[in-house]
Protein backbone atom coordinates (compact mmCIF):
# COMPACT_ATOMS: atom_id res chain seq x y z
CA UNK A 1 0.00 0.00 0.00
CA UNK A 2 1.37 3.25 -1.23
CA UNK A 3 1.13 5.36 1.77
CA UNK A 4 2.52 8.45 -0.09
CA UNK A 5 2.17 9.47 -4.06
CA UNK A 6 5.47 10.48 -5.72
CA UNK A 7 6.77 10.50 -9.40
CA UNK A 8 8.52 6.96 -9.67
CA UNK A 9 6.88 5.16 -6.57
CA UNK A 10 5.36 2.19 -9.02
CA UNK A 11 8.81 1.53 -10.32
CA UNK A 12 10.41 1.93 -6.98
CA UNK A 13 7.53 -0.75 -5.57
CA UNK A 14 8.19 -3.62 -8.34
CA UNK A 15 12.10 -3.14 -7.98
CA UNK A 16 12.04 -3.59 -4.62
CA UNK A 17 9.34 -6.42 -4.80
CA UNK A 18 11.73 -7.72 -7.30
CA UNK A 19 14.82 -7.66 -5.56
CA UNK A 20 12.97 -9.21 -1.94
CA UNK A 21 12.27 -12.67 -3.26
CA UNK A 22 15.24 -14.36 -2.55
CA UNK A 23 15.65 -16.96 0.43
CA UNK A 24 17.83 -15.73 2.80
CA UNK A 25 18.40 -12.13 4.26
CA UNK A 26 21.75 -11.74 3.20
CA UNK A 27 20.75 -12.28 -0.35
CA UNK A 28 17.95 -10.11 0.34
CA UNK A 29 19.62 -7.21 1.64
CA UNK A 30 22.25 -7.59 -1.39
CA UNK A 31 19.83 -7.05 -3.28
CA UNK A 32 17.75 -4.78 -2.28
CA UNK A 33 21.18 -2.90 -1.47
CA UNK A 34 22.36 -3.17 -5.32
CA UNK A 35 18.40 -2.00 -6.14
CA UNK A 36 18.39 0.88 -4.13
CA UNK A 37 21.71 2.71 -5.25
CA UNK A 38 20.17 2.22 -8.97
CA UNK A 39 16.68 3.53 -7.73
CA UNK A 40 18.41 6.74 -5.71
CA UNK A 41 20.25 7.41 -9.45
CA UNK A 42 17.28 6.89 -11.36
CA UNK A 43 15.83 10.58 -12.53
CA UNK A 44 12.19 9.30 -12.93
CA UNK A 45 11.79 8.50 -9.27
CA UNK A 46 11.14 11.77 -7.48
CA UNK A 47 10.68 11.09 -3.67
CA UNK A 48 7.85 13.46 -2.30
CA UNK A 49 8.93 16.82 -1.52
CA UNK A 50 8.00 16.37 2.58
CA UNK A 51 10.41 13.99 3.23
CA UNK A 52 13.29 17.28 2.19
CA UNK A 53 11.66 19.14 5.02
CA UNK A 54 13.12 18.61 8.44
CA UNK A 55 11.29 18.46 11.82
CA UNK A 56 12.85 20.75 14.36
CA UNK A 57 13.89 18.62 17.57
CA UNK A 58 14.00 15.47 15.71
CA UNK A 59 14.72 13.56 12.47
CA UNK A 60 11.63 12.72 10.93
CA UNK A 61 10.53 9.38 10.17
CA UNK A 62 7.86 9.05 6.62
CA UNK A 63 6.22 5.82 6.03
CA UNK A 64 6.43 5.56 1.89
CA UNK A 65 5.12 1.99 1.49
CA UNK A 66 4.05 -0.82 3.31
CA UNK A 67 4.06 -4.12 1.20
CA UNK A 68 1.01 -6.00 2.15
CA UNK A 69 2.39 -9.49 0.15
CA UNK A 70 6.01 -9.15 1.04
CA UNK A 71 5.71 -7.70 4.38
CA UNK A 72 8.37 -5.11 4.20
CA UNK A 73 8.06 -1.28 4.60
CA UNK A 74 9.92 1.47 3.19
CA UNK A 75 10.68 4.63 5.70
CA UNK A 76 11.95 8.01 4.42
CA UNK A 77 13.88 9.75 7.59
CA UNK A 78 14.59 13.25 6.89
CA UNK A 79 17.87 14.70 9.01
CA UNK A 80 18.00 18.36 9.96
CA UNK A 81 21.86 19.69 10.32
CA UNK A 82 23.48 17.62 13.38
CA UNK A 83 20.31 15.44 14.03
CA UNK A 84 21.11 11.92 15.02
CA UNK A 85 20.39 8.95 17.04
CA UNK A 86 21.49 7.18 19.98
CA UNK A 87 23.04 4.06 19.90
CA UNK A 88 20.05 1.57 19.00
CA UNK A 89 18.96 -1.49 17.32
CA UNK A 90 16.19 -2.72 14.91
CA UNK A 91 14.25 -4.78 17.32
CA UNK A 92 15.72 -8.20 15.62
CA UNK A 93 14.72 -7.50 11.52
CA UNK A 94 17.41 -6.83 8.60
CA UNK A 95 17.42 -3.49 7.14
CA UNK A 96 18.72 -2.08 3.89
CA UNK A 97 19.57 2.14 4.31
CA UNK A 98 20.23 4.13 1.45
CA UNK A 99 21.48 7.92 1.41
CA UNK A 100 18.57 9.71 -0.97
CA UNK A 101 20.16 13.29 -0.29
CA UNK A 102 23.72 14.70 1.34
CA UNK A 103 25.54 12.53 3.38
CA UNK A 104 25.30 10.63 6.82
CA UNK A 105 27.51 9.91 9.47
CA UNK A 106 27.13 5.88 10.50
CA UNK A 107 29.23 3.76 13.19
CA UNK A 108 28.29 0.65 13.57
CA UNK A 109 28.77 -0.82 17.51
CA UNK A 110 29.10 -4.67 18.45
CA UNK A 111 27.94 -5.76 21.44
CA UNK A 112 31.06 -7.09 23.53
CA UNK A 113 29.80 -7.33 26.90
CA UNK A 114 26.46 -7.70 28.98
CA UNK A 115 25.23 -8.24 32.86
CA UNK A 116 21.65 -8.71 33.81
CA UNK A 117 21.23 -4.59 33.07
CA UNK A 118 24.04 -3.45 31.04
CA UNK A 119 25.46 -3.24 28.11
CA UNK A 120 28.88 -3.10 26.31
CA UNK A 121 29.50 -1.46 22.95
CA UNK A 122 32.97 -1.39 21.04
CA UNK A 123 32.84 0.85 17.84
CA UNK A 124 33.56 -0.83 14.37
CA UNK A 125 34.79 2.61 13.00
CA UNK A 126 32.97 5.72 11.39
CA UNK A 127 32.30 6.00 7.65
CA UNK A 128 30.67 9.26 5.84
CA UNK A 129 27.63 7.64 3.56
CA UNK A 130 27.30 10.06 0.73
CA UNK A 131 24.14 10.13 -1.64
CA UNK A 132 24.21 7.17 -3.82
CA UNK A 133 25.17 4.77 -0.95
CA UNK A 134 23.47 1.86 0.56
CA UNK A 135 24.60 -0.65 3.13
CA UNK A 136 22.54 -3.41 5.41
CA UNK A 137 22.15 -4.40 8.78
CA UNK A 138 21.68 -8.30 9.76
CA UNK A 139 20.82 -9.25 13.18
CA UNK A 140 23.06 -9.97 15.83
CA UNK A 141 24.82 -7.21 13.99
CA UNK A 142 22.42 -4.22 14.18
CA UNK A 143 24.03 -1.73 16.19
CA UNK A 144 24.66 1.76 15.33
CA UNK A 145 24.23 5.75 15.16
CA UNK A 146 23.40 7.67 12.49
CA UNK A 147 24.03 11.49 12.40
CA UNK A 148 23.86 14.18 9.76
CA UNK A 149 27.51 16.11 10.47
CA UNK A 150 26.06 18.75 8.64
CA UNK A 151 25.83 21.98 10.36
CA UNK A 152 23.93 23.63 7.49
CA UNK A 153 22.19 20.96 5.10
CA UNK A 154 19.42 18.57 5.36
CA UNK A 155 20.29 15.05 4.62
CA UNK A 156 17.34 12.49 3.55
CA UNK A 157 17.65 8.30 4.02
CA UNK A 158 15.56 5.37 2.54
CA UNK A 159 15.36 3.07 5.18
CA UNK A 160 13.74 -0.55 3.94
CA UNK A 161 12.49 -2.81 7.28
CA UNK A 162 11.71 -6.76 6.50
CA UNK A 163 8.21 -5.63 8.57
CA UNK A 164 6.81 -2.79 10.45
CA UNK A 165 9.37 -1.12 12.51
CA UNK A 166 7.14 0.54 15.78
CA UNK A 167 9.78 0.42 18.01
CA UNK A 168 13.35 -0.42 19.25
CA UNK A 169 16.17 -0.51 21.38
CA UNK A 170 18.16 2.44 22.38
CA UNK A 171 21.49 2.39 24.88
CA UNK A 172 22.20 5.42 26.95
CA UNK A 173 26.16 5.72 28.30
CA UNK A 174 26.30 4.94 32.15
CA UNK A 175 29.78 5.16 33.68
CA UNK A 176 32.63 2.96 32.76
CA UNK A 177 31.92 2.26 29.14
CA UNK A 178 28.66 0.66 29.90
CA UNK A 179 25.00 1.24 28.37
CA UNK A 180 21.37 0.63 29.98
CA UNK A 181 18.94 -0.12 27.57
CA UNK A 182 15.69 1.80 27.11
CA UNK A 183 12.35 0.71 24.78
CA UNK A 184 11.76 3.25 22.35
CA UNK A 185 8.47 3.49 20.47
CA UNK A 186 8.36 5.04 17.21
CA UNK A 187 6.52 7.14 15.66
CA UNK A 188 5.57 8.33 12.06
CA UNK A 189 5.95 12.16 11.09
CA UNK A 190 3.11 14.15 9.47
CA UNK A 191 3.25 15.07 5.64
CA UNK A 192 1.88 17.84 3.67
Given amino acids: MLTLDF ?3 RRLVDALDRAICRDCPT ?3 DQLRHTLCKLIRDPEVRLPDCVFEPVGD ?3 RREL ?3 EEHGYCVIAMTWGPGQGTPIHDHAGMWCVEGVWHGSLEITP ?6 DSERYRFESRGTMIAGAGSAGSLIPPHEYHTIQ ?4 DDVAVSLHIYRGPMTCCSV ?7 WYE ?7 LDLTH
Fill in 65 to 67: YVS
Fill in 148 to 151: NPSD
Fill in 58 to 60: HYA
Fill in 109 to 114: YELTGR
Fill in 181 to 187: RDERKLS
Fill in 171 to 177: FKPLADC
Fill in 7 to 9: PGA
Fill in 27 to 29: EIT
